[in-house]
Protein backbone atom coordinates (compact mmCIF):
# COMPACT_ATOMS: atom_id res chain seq x y z
CA UNK A 1 0.00 0.00 0.00
CA UNK A 2 1.14 3.64 -1.05
CA UNK A 3 0.96 6.12 1.55
CA UNK A 4 0.50 9.51 0.19
CA UNK A 5 0.42 11.10 3.55
CA UNK A 6 1.89 14.53 4.24
CA UNK A 7 1.40 15.73 7.88
CA UNK A 8 -2.04 16.13 8.82
CA UNK A 9 -4.76 13.85 8.31
CA UNK A 10 -7.12 15.78 5.52
CA UNK A 11 -10.25 13.83 7.25
CA UNK A 12 -10.11 13.44 11.02
CA UNK A 13 -13.51 11.74 12.56
CA UNK A 14 -13.09 10.70 16.09
CA UNK A 15 -15.86 8.92 18.56
CA UNK A 16 -18.53 9.86 16.21
CA UNK A 17 -21.78 8.98 17.18
CA UNK A 18 -25.05 9.14 15.50
CA UNK A 19 -28.33 7.74 16.40
CA UNK A 20 -31.95 8.01 14.18
CA UNK A 21 -34.57 8.24 16.86
CA UNK A 22 -33.63 5.06 18.62
CA UNK A 23 -31.25 3.59 16.07
CA UNK A 24 -27.96 3.71 16.83
CA UNK A 25 -26.65 4.16 13.35
CA UNK A 26 -22.60 5.59 14.22
CA UNK A 27 -20.94 4.21 16.63
CA UNK A 28 -17.62 5.64 17.74
CA UNK A 29 -16.44 6.01 14.45
CA UNK A 30 -12.99 6.85 14.32
CA UNK A 31 -11.30 7.50 11.05
CA UNK A 32 -8.55 9.56 9.19
CA UNK A 33 -8.19 10.12 5.41
CA UNK A 34 -4.64 11.68 4.29
CA UNK A 35 -4.11 14.00 1.62
CA UNK A 36 -4.56 12.14 -1.96
CA UNK A 37 -5.63 9.05 -0.03
CA UNK A 38 -8.64 7.26 -1.79
CA UNK A 39 -10.98 5.07 0.58
CA UNK A 40 -13.71 3.01 -0.11
CA UNK A 41 -16.24 2.27 2.08
CA UNK A 42 -18.33 -0.88 2.19
CA UNK A 43 -20.91 -2.55 3.89
CA UNK A 44 -24.85 -4.62 3.72
CA UNK A 45 -27.37 -1.91 3.19
CA UNK A 46 -28.01 -0.01 7.01
CA UNK A 47 -24.55 -0.46 8.39
CA UNK A 48 -24.37 3.38 8.51
CA UNK A 49 -22.03 4.03 5.64
CA UNK A 50 -23.86 6.62 3.83
CA UNK A 51 -24.54 8.27 6.62
CA UNK A 52 -21.10 8.16 7.49
CA UNK A 53 -21.02 10.26 4.29
CA UNK A 54 -23.05 12.43 4.88
CA UNK A 55 -21.79 13.86 8.09
CA UNK A 56 -18.41 14.54 6.72
CA UNK A 57 -19.88 17.48 5.36
CA UNK A 58 -22.93 17.54 7.43
CA UNK A 59 -25.78 17.02 5.05
CA UNK A 60 -26.24 14.76 8.65
CA UNK A 61 -25.50 16.23 11.77
CA UNK A 62 -23.92 13.97 14.37
CA UNK A 63 -24.71 13.91 18.61
CA UNK A 64 -20.91 13.11 19.41
CA UNK A 65 -17.46 13.04 18.74
CA UNK A 66 -15.72 15.38 16.41
CA UNK A 67 -15.21 15.75 12.56
CA UNK A 68 -12.42 17.86 11.12
CA UNK A 69 -11.14 18.97 7.69
CA UNK A 70 -7.88 20.22 6.73
CA UNK A 71 -7.53 20.86 10.66
CA UNK A 72 -10.53 22.53 10.96
CA UNK A 73 -13.37 21.59 13.18
CA UNK A 74 -16.68 20.93 11.19
CA UNK A 75 -18.86 24.31 12.24
CA UNK A 76 -22.31 23.85 13.24
CA UNK A 77 -24.28 25.85 11.03
CA UNK A 78 -24.55 28.94 9.24
CA UNK A 79 -22.00 31.26 7.06
CA UNK A 80 -19.11 29.04 8.44
CA UNK A 81 -20.81 25.32 7.60
CA UNK A 82 -21.46 26.55 3.77
CA UNK A 83 -17.96 27.96 3.62
CA UNK A 84 -16.17 24.58 4.02
CA UNK A 85 -18.95 22.80 2.83
CA UNK A 86 -17.70 24.47 -0.70
CA UNK A 87 -14.36 22.96 -0.01
CA UNK A 88 -15.96 19.53 0.21
CA UNK A 89 -17.30 17.93 -3.23
CA UNK A 90 -19.99 15.23 -2.90
CA UNK A 91 -21.41 13.08 -5.75
CA UNK A 92 -24.91 11.83 -5.02
CA UNK A 93 -26.42 7.92 -5.98
CA UNK A 94 -29.58 9.87 -7.60
CA UNK A 95 -27.50 12.93 -9.43
CA UNK A 96 -29.11 15.86 -7.98
CA UNK A 97 -28.27 17.93 -10.77
CA UNK A 98 -30.21 20.81 -10.85
CA UNK A 99 -33.47 20.32 -12.75
CA UNK A 100 -34.52 23.76 -13.47
CA UNK A 101 -30.88 24.62 -14.71
CA UNK A 102 -28.76 23.62 -18.14
CA UNK A 103 -25.77 21.13 -17.89
CA UNK A 104 -23.48 24.33 -18.37
CA UNK A 105 -25.31 26.32 -15.59
CA UNK A 106 -25.22 23.54 -13.47
CA UNK A 107 -21.58 23.30 -12.83
CA UNK A 108 -20.96 27.43 -13.01
CA UNK A 109 -23.68 27.96 -10.40
CA UNK A 110 -21.70 26.97 -7.45
CA UNK A 111 -18.15 28.90 -8.96
CA UNK A 112 -20.12 32.03 -9.69
CA UNK A 113 -22.45 32.24 -6.79
CA UNK A 114 -19.92 30.64 -3.87
CA UNK A 115 -16.43 31.55 -5.25
CA UNK A 116 -17.70 34.98 -6.53
CA UNK A 117 -16.08 34.11 -10.28
CA UNK A 118 -17.10 35.91 -12.92
CA UNK A 119 -19.40 34.28 -15.29
CA UNK A 120 -17.15 33.89 -18.27
CA UNK A 121 -14.19 32.35 -16.52
CA UNK A 122 -16.79 29.84 -14.44
CA UNK A 123 -17.94 28.73 -18.07
CA UNK A 124 -14.34 28.58 -19.03
CA UNK A 125 -14.05 26.13 -16.75
CA UNK A 126 -17.12 23.83 -17.13
CA UNK A 127 -16.34 23.28 -20.58
CA UNK A 128 -12.76 22.19 -19.97
CA UNK A 129 -14.85 19.50 -16.90
CA UNK A 130 -17.23 18.79 -18.89
CA UNK A 131 -15.28 17.79 -21.69
CA UNK A 132 -12.79 16.14 -19.10
CA UNK A 133 -16.02 13.76 -18.44
CA UNK A 134 -16.95 14.01 -21.66
CA UNK A 135 -20.41 15.31 -21.60
CA UNK A 136 -18.88 18.67 -22.82
CA UNK A 137 -21.75 18.05 -26.24
CA UNK A 138 -24.18 18.55 -23.72
CA UNK A 139 -23.35 21.43 -22.34
CA UNK A 140 -26.82 23.63 -23.10
CA UNK A 141 -29.83 20.94 -22.59
CA UNK A 142 -31.18 19.90 -19.19
CA UNK A 143 -30.58 16.87 -16.84
CA UNK A 144 -33.08 15.16 -18.08
CA UNK A 145 -32.33 14.85 -21.14
CA UNK A 146 -29.26 13.49 -20.37
CA UNK A 147 -28.70 9.53 -19.44
CA UNK A 148 -28.17 8.25 -16.01
CA UNK A 149 -24.28 7.89 -16.83
CA UNK A 150 -24.19 11.63 -18.14
CA UNK A 151 -26.07 12.85 -15.54
CA UNK A 152 -23.94 11.22 -12.65
CA UNK A 153 -20.72 12.60 -14.96
CA UNK A 154 -22.05 15.92 -14.81
CA UNK A 155 -22.51 15.72 -11.19
CA UNK A 156 -18.97 14.88 -10.80
CA UNK A 157 -17.80 18.07 -13.05
CA UNK A 158 -20.14 20.15 -10.89
CA UNK A 159 -17.80 19.32 -7.58
CA UNK A 160 -14.93 19.35 -9.34
CA UNK A 161 -15.30 22.95 -10.46
CA UNK A 162 -15.46 24.25 -6.93
CA UNK A 163 -11.39 22.81 -6.51
CA UNK A 164 -12.46 20.33 -3.55
CA UNK A 165 -9.98 19.47 -1.09
CA UNK A 166 -11.87 16.00 -0.76
CA UNK A 167 -14.66 14.14 -2.83
CA UNK A 168 -17.25 12.53 -1.08
CA UNK A 169 -18.99 9.64 -3.46
CA UNK A 170 -22.46 8.18 -1.78
CA UNK A 171 -23.24 5.55 -3.65
CA UNK A 172 -22.51 7.09 -7.21
CA UNK A 173 -22.94 4.11 -9.37
CA UNK A 174 -26.34 2.32 -7.84
CA UNK A 175 -28.80 4.31 -9.75
CA UNK A 176 -27.52 3.58 -13.32
CA UNK A 177 -28.05 0.79 -15.42
CA UNK A 178 -25.24 -1.48 -15.72
CA UNK A 179 -23.84 -0.53 -18.89
CA UNK A 180 -23.57 2.94 -17.21
CA UNK A 181 -21.97 2.32 -14.34
CA UNK A 182 -18.15 2.18 -16.25
CA UNK A 183 -18.14 5.55 -18.48
CA UNK A 184 -18.66 6.82 -14.21
CA UNK A 185 -16.21 4.48 -12.60
CA UNK A 186 -13.50 5.63 -15.86
CA UNK A 187 -13.73 9.02 -14.70
CA UNK A 188 -13.59 8.50 -10.81
CA UNK A 189 -10.48 6.35 -11.66
CA UNK A 190 -9.04 8.91 -13.50
CA UNK A 191 -9.73 11.21 -10.45
CA UNK A 192 -7.93 9.00 -8.00
CA UNK A 193 -4.90 8.66 -10.26
CA UNK A 194 -4.27 12.48 -10.54
CA UNK A 195 -4.18 12.37 -6.79
CA UNK A 196 -7.74 13.84 -5.61
CA UNK A 197 -8.53 12.62 -1.91
CA UNK A 198 -11.82 10.60 -2.51
CA UNK A 199 -14.58 8.73 0.18
CA UNK A 200 -16.69 6.35 -2.10
CA UNK A 201 -19.16 4.14 -0.57
CA UNK A 202 -19.82 1.93 -3.35
CA UNK A 203 -20.76 -1.80 -3.84
CA UNK A 204 -18.68 -1.69 -7.13
CA UNK A 205 -15.45 -3.91 -6.16
CA UNK A 206 -13.65 -3.98 -8.96
CA UNK A 207 -13.20 -0.10 -8.24
CA UNK A 208 -12.18 -0.98 -4.63
CA UNK A 209 -9.56 -3.22 -6.32
CA UNK A 210 -8.34 -0.79 -8.97
CA UNK A 211 -8.63 2.20 -6.97
CA UNK A 212 -8.68 2.59 -3.76
CA UNK A 213 -5.60 2.48 -1.23
CA UNK A 214 -7.83 1.61 1.68
CA UNK A 215 -11.03 -0.54 1.93
CA UNK A 216 -13.11 0.50 4.79
CA UNK A 217 -15.30 -2.28 5.99
CA UNK A 218 -18.90 -1.20 7.82
CA UNK A 219 -21.57 -3.39 9.79
CA UNK A 220 -24.26 -2.81 12.41
CA UNK A 221 -22.77 1.02 12.33
CA UNK A 222 -19.34 0.25 13.10
CA UNK A 223 -15.94 0.21 11.48
CA UNK A 224 -15.55 -3.59 11.60
CA UNK A 225 -12.20 -3.85 9.32
CA UNK A 226 -10.01 -1.32 7.81
CA UNK A 227 -7.01 -2.35 5.18
CA UNK A 228 -5.45 -2.19 1.78
CA UNK A 229 -7.61 -3.83 -0.95
CA UNK A 230 -5.33 -6.66 -1.78
CA UNK A 231 -5.64 -7.42 2.01
CA UNK A 232 -9.02 -6.96 2.96
CA UNK A 233 -9.97 -9.47 -0.63
CA UNK A 234 -8.04 -11.95 -0.14
CA UNK A 235 -7.69 -12.19 3.55
CA UNK A 236 -10.35 -10.59 5.60
CA UNK A 237 -10.38 -10.64 9.16
CA UNK A 238 -13.70 -10.48 10.74
CA UNK A 239 -16.21 -13.27 10.27
CA UNK A 240 -18.92 -10.36 8.97
CA UNK A 241 -16.56 -9.37 6.43
CA UNK A 242 -15.88 -12.95 5.32
CA UNK A 243 -19.66 -13.56 5.27
CA UNK A 244 -20.14 -10.41 3.59
CA UNK A 245 -17.38 -10.90 0.77
CA UNK A 246 -18.32 -14.30 0.00
CA UNK A 247 -22.11 -13.26 -0.73
CA UNK A 248 -20.84 -10.57 -3.60
CA UNK A 249 -17.83 -12.36 -4.79
CA UNK A 250 -19.31 -15.68 -5.58
CA UNK A 251 -21.48 -14.99 -8.56
CA UNK B 1 -77.43 48.81 -24.94
CA UNK B 2 -77.98 52.80 -25.05
CA UNK B 3 -77.45 52.50 -21.14
CA UNK B 4 -73.91 50.89 -21.98
CA UNK B 5 -72.77 53.84 -23.87
CA UNK B 6 -74.48 56.47 -21.82
CA UNK B 7 -72.50 54.87 -18.60
CA UNK B 8 -69.69 54.01 -20.35
CA UNK B 9 -67.31 56.69 -18.46
CA UNK B 10 -68.39 55.04 -14.99
CA UNK B 11 -67.90 51.23 -16.15
CA UNK B 12 -64.49 52.16 -17.62
CA UNK B 13 -63.00 53.68 -14.08
CA UNK B 14 -64.69 50.91 -12.26
CA UNK B 15 -63.40 48.52 -14.96
CA UNK B 16 -59.96 50.25 -14.32
CA UNK B 17 -60.27 50.18 -10.38
CA UNK B 18 -61.17 46.72 -9.91
CA UNK B 19 -58.06 45.43 -12.16
CA UNK B 20 -55.46 47.62 -10.37
CA UNK B 21 -56.97 46.66 -6.92
CA UNK B 22 -56.81 43.33 -8.12
CA UNK B 23 -52.81 43.60 -9.87
CA UNK B 24 -51.28 45.88 -6.89
CA UNK B 25 -52.83 43.33 -4.34
CA UNK B 26 -51.82 40.73 -6.59
CA UNK B 27 -47.93 41.73 -6.76
CA UNK B 28 -47.89 42.65 -3.41
CA UNK B 29 -49.48 39.45 -1.67
CA UNK B 30 -46.77 37.59 -4.26
CA UNK B 31 -43.60 39.51 -2.43
CA UNK B 32 -45.45 39.22 0.96
CA UNK B 33 -46.12 35.66 0.99
CA UNK B 34 -42.96 34.71 -0.98
CA UNK B 35 -41.26 36.34 2.30
CA UNK B 36 -43.89 34.39 4.49
CA UNK B 37 -42.58 31.09 2.92
CA UNK B 38 -39.13 31.52 3.37
CA UNK B 39 -39.46 32.30 6.76
CA UNK B 40 -41.89 29.33 7.42
CA UNK B 41 -39.24 27.09 6.00
CA UNK B 42 -36.37 28.19 7.28
CA UNK B 43 -34.15 26.99 10.37
CA UNK B 44 -35.04 28.97 12.64
CA UNK B 45 -37.81 28.32 15.03
CA UNK B 46 -39.42 31.76 16.27
CA UNK B 47 -39.61 32.90 12.18
CA UNK B 48 -41.41 29.46 11.38
CA UNK B 49 -43.82 30.18 14.03
CA UNK B 50 -44.30 33.78 12.99
CA UNK B 51 -44.94 32.85 9.58
CA UNK B 52 -47.03 29.66 10.64
CA UNK B 53 -49.17 32.06 13.27
CA UNK B 54 -49.77 34.77 10.56
CA UNK B 55 -50.65 32.30 7.49
CA UNK B 56 -53.31 30.70 10.08
CA UNK B 57 -54.86 33.38 11.12
CA UNK B 58 -55.33 35.89 7.82
CA UNK B 59 -56.23 31.91 5.68
CA UNK B 60 -58.60 31.66 8.65
CA UNK B 61 -60.38 35.28 8.54
CA UNK B 62 -63.27 36.01 6.38
CA UNK B 63 -61.50 38.55 4.34
CA UNK B 64 -64.58 40.88 4.91
CA UNK B 65 -63.64 41.24 8.40
CA UNK B 66 -60.13 41.72 7.67
CA UNK B 67 -61.66 45.09 5.63
CA UNK B 68 -63.85 46.05 8.39
CA UNK B 69 -60.80 46.08 10.59
CA UNK B 70 -58.31 47.83 8.53
CA UNK B 71 -61.11 50.83 7.47
CA UNK B 72 -62.82 51.09 11.26
CA UNK B 73 -60.38 48.62 13.49
CA UNK B 74 -57.33 50.20 13.02
CA UNK B 75 -58.03 53.45 14.46
CA UNK B 76 -56.87 52.29 17.76
CA UNK B 77 -53.32 51.90 16.58
CA UNK B 78 -53.22 54.97 15.11
CA UNK B 79 -52.40 53.92 11.12
CA UNK B 80 -53.60 56.07 9.07
CA UNK B 81 -54.02 55.05 5.20
CA UNK B 82 -53.61 57.78 2.41
CA UNK B 83 -56.76 56.70 1.08
CA UNK B 84 -60.12 53.85 0.77
CA UNK B 85 -58.02 52.35 -2.26
CA UNK B 86 -54.88 51.93 -0.06
CA UNK B 87 -57.06 50.23 2.78
CA UNK B 88 -58.40 48.08 0.16
CA UNK B 89 -55.10 46.54 -1.45
CA UNK B 90 -53.84 46.95 2.16
CA UNK B 91 -56.53 43.98 3.00
CA UNK B 92 -56.44 42.03 -0.03
CA UNK B 93 -52.49 41.48 0.24
CA UNK B 94 -52.52 40.40 3.81
CA UNK B 95 -55.45 38.07 3.42
CA UNK B 96 -54.32 36.65 0.05
CA UNK B 97 -50.27 36.47 1.01
CA UNK B 98 -51.51 33.69 3.44
CA UNK B 99 -52.91 31.63 0.06
CA UNK B 100 -49.65 32.45 -1.80
CA UNK B 101 -47.79 31.18 0.91
CA UNK B 102 -49.64 27.89 1.21
CA UNK B 103 -49.38 27.16 -2.80
CA UNK B 104 -46.01 28.27 -2.59
CA UNK B 105 -45.53 25.80 0.07
CA UNK B 106 -46.77 22.73 -1.44
CA UNK B 107 -44.41 23.99 -4.59
CA UNK B 108 -41.81 23.58 -2.30
CA UNK B 109 -42.58 20.20 -0.86
CA UNK B 110 -42.89 19.22 -4.36
CA UNK B 111 -39.17 19.59 -4.84
CA UNK B 112 -37.26 16.87 -4.46
CA UNK B 113 -35.34 17.28 -0.98
CA UNK B 114 -31.91 16.17 -3.10
CA UNK B 115 -32.52 19.40 -5.13
CA UNK B 116 -31.59 21.31 -1.57
CA UNK B 117 -29.35 19.33 -0.72
CA UNK B 118 -26.70 19.67 -3.68
CA UNK B 119 -26.97 23.03 -3.18
CA UNK B 120 -25.87 23.09 0.51
CA UNK B 121 -23.40 20.81 -0.74
CA UNK B 122 -21.52 23.03 -3.38
CA UNK B 123 -21.65 25.53 -0.31
CA UNK B 124 -24.57 27.87 -1.46
CA UNK B 125 -26.05 29.13 2.49
CA UNK B 126 -30.14 28.88 3.20
CA UNK B 127 -30.93 32.04 1.24
CA UNK B 128 -28.97 31.61 -1.75
CA UNK B 129 -30.42 27.42 -1.75
CA UNK B 130 -33.79 28.61 -1.69
CA UNK B 131 -33.52 31.77 -3.96
CA UNK B 132 -31.31 29.98 -7.01
CA UNK B 133 -32.38 26.28 -6.44
CA UNK B 134 -35.82 26.08 -4.42
CA UNK B 135 -38.29 28.55 -5.47
CA UNK B 136 -37.54 28.67 -9.03
CA UNK B 137 -38.62 25.35 -9.14
CA UNK B 138 -41.55 25.67 -6.77
CA UNK B 139 -42.89 28.64 -8.55
CA UNK B 140 -43.07 26.30 -11.82
CA UNK B 141 -45.53 23.81 -10.20
CA UNK B 142 -47.32 26.26 -8.35
CA UNK B 143 -48.67 28.52 -11.31
CA UNK B 144 -51.80 26.70 -11.79
CA UNK B 145 -52.48 26.74 -8.16
CA UNK B 146 -51.15 30.18 -7.65
CA UNK B 147 -53.54 30.85 -10.52
CA UNK B 148 -56.29 29.79 -8.71
CA UNK B 149 -55.44 32.09 -5.78
CA UNK B 150 -55.25 35.31 -8.23
CA UNK B 151 -58.56 34.65 -9.78
CA UNK B 152 -60.04 34.63 -6.53
CA UNK B 153 -58.40 37.89 -5.66
CA UNK B 154 -59.70 39.66 -8.55
CA UNK B 155 -63.02 38.78 -7.53
CA UNK B 156 -62.56 39.46 -3.87
CA UNK B 157 -61.89 42.81 -4.88
CA UNK B 158 -65.60 43.52 -5.02
CA UNK B 159 -65.75 43.61 -1.31
CA UNK B 160 -63.85 47.28 -1.19
CA UNK B 161 -67.32 48.15 -2.98
CA UNK B 162 -68.88 47.73 0.13
CA UNK B 163 -66.08 50.12 1.44
CA UNK B 164 -67.07 52.85 -0.83
CA UNK B 165 -64.40 51.99 -3.17
CA UNK B 166 -66.41 52.67 -6.64
CA UNK B 167 -64.99 49.48 -8.54
CA UNK B 168 -66.77 47.13 -11.13
CA UNK B 169 -69.48 45.78 -8.16
CA UNK B 170 -70.37 49.25 -6.82
CA UNK B 171 -70.65 50.23 -10.04
CA UNK B 172 -73.29 47.19 -10.41
CA UNK B 173 -75.14 48.86 -7.60
CA UNK B 174 -75.42 52.29 -9.21
CA UNK B 175 -76.53 51.23 -12.13
CA UNK B 176 -79.18 48.95 -11.28
CA UNK B 177 -80.66 51.82 -8.94
CA UNK B 178 -80.57 53.74 -12.23
CA UNK B 179 -81.21 50.95 -14.81
CA UNK B 180 -83.79 49.05 -13.04
CA UNK B 181 -85.56 48.54 -16.14
CA UNK B 182 -82.11 46.59 -18.13
CA UNK B 183 -81.16 44.94 -14.48
CA UNK B 184 -80.44 42.11 -16.99
CA UNK B 185 -78.38 44.08 -19.12
CA UNK B 186 -76.65 45.69 -16.38
CA UNK B 187 -75.21 42.39 -14.41
CA UNK B 188 -74.28 40.89 -18.28
CA UNK B 189 -72.16 44.11 -18.56
CA UNK B 190 -70.51 43.88 -15.11
CA UNK B 191 -69.98 39.85 -15.33
CA UNK B 192 -68.29 40.57 -18.50
CA UNK B 193 -66.17 43.25 -16.92
CA UNK B 194 -64.87 40.74 -14.80
CA UNK B 195 -64.71 38.31 -17.13
CA UNK B 196 -62.31 40.22 -18.93
CA UNK B 197 -59.83 40.13 -16.23
CA UNK B 198 -60.41 36.48 -15.24
CA UNK B 199 -60.61 34.75 -18.51
CA UNK B 200 -57.54 35.92 -19.97
CA UNK B 201 -55.56 35.43 -16.45
CA UNK B 202 -56.66 31.71 -17.22
CA UNK B 203 -55.40 31.60 -20.98
CA UNK B 204 -52.07 33.51 -19.90
CA UNK B 205 -51.67 30.71 -16.68
CA UNK B 206 -51.82 28.41 -18.82
CA UNK B 207 -49.25 29.63 -21.47
CA UNK B 208 -46.90 30.20 -18.18
CA UNK B 209 -47.87 27.19 -17.31
CA UNK B 210 -46.54 25.42 -20.17
CA UNK B 211 -43.61 27.69 -20.85
CA UNK B 212 -42.14 27.30 -17.16
CA UNK B 213 -42.51 23.44 -17.29
CA UNK B 214 -39.79 21.30 -16.53
CA UNK B 215 -38.84 17.81 -17.66
CA UNK B 216 -37.91 15.41 -14.67
Known amino acids: ?251 | MQFLSDNFDLMWRAFLTTLSLAVTSGICALVLGTVLVGMRVSPVTPLRGLATFYVEVFRNTPLTVVFFFLFFGVVYIDVQFPSRFVTAVTALSLYTAAFVAEALRSGINSVPPGQAEAARALGLDFGQTLRSIVLPQAFRTVVPPLGNVWIALAKNTSIAAGFAVTDLTAALQRLANANADKLLAVFAAIVAAYLLITLPSAWLIRVVENRVAIVR
Open chain 1, 1 to 251: MTSAAKGEPLVRLSGVDKWFGELHVLQDIDLSIDRGEVVVVIGPSGSGKSTLCRTINRLESIQQGEISIDGQRLPEEGKELAHLRSDVGMVFQSFNLFAHKTILQNVTLGPIKVRGKSKAEAERRARELLDRVGVSAQADKYPAQLSGGQQQRVAIARALAMDPKVMLFDEPTSALDPEMINEVLDVMISLARDGMTMIVVTHEMGFARRAANRVVFMDGGRIVESADPETFFTRPQSDRAKDFLSKILNH
